[in-house]
């Protein structure tokens, strides 16, 4: 299945949501995505619904998609990516709160949207 994002602007956070299978390119430009999209429409919160997002990534995957992610995102006060749970390893969560970036990741939808409340 090709990979697909859309983009809805609630009230409170820009949510993008993306379907398929991703390789680290991919998700690398829904944060970019993310960035300009916030920074257009003056939102300073996000969330990433990935729960429909198939990946393999490697461990050096991760870390260099938690890098990215706190270099596009760093003007965002915070950001929630929800995921499967099969995918939460934690890796670009942590390289993205150790390079300044408030960011979290869940596997329930509830919860991210609680934290970013």
Do not use: Y
């Amino acid at each position: 299945m090709p990979f697909s994002v859309t983009v809805e602007h609630g009230p409170e956070f820009v949510t993008v949501q993306g379907s398929g299978w991703a390789n680290l390119a991919d998700l690398c430009g829904v944060f970019d995505l993310v960035r300009v999209t916030a920074d257009r429409h003056g939102h300073t919160r996000a969330l990433l619904d990935l729960r429909n997002v198939e990946i393999d990534f490697s461990f050096t995957d991760h870390l260099a998609l938690g890098a990215h992610a706190a270099a596009a995102l760093r003007s965002l006060g915070c950001v929630a990516s929800v995921v499967d749970p099969r995918f939460r390893v934690g890796t670009s969560e942590k390289t993205a709160q150790k390079m300044g970036l408030q960011f979290r990741t869940f596997t329930d939808l509830d919860d991210a949207i609680a934290w970013l409340a």
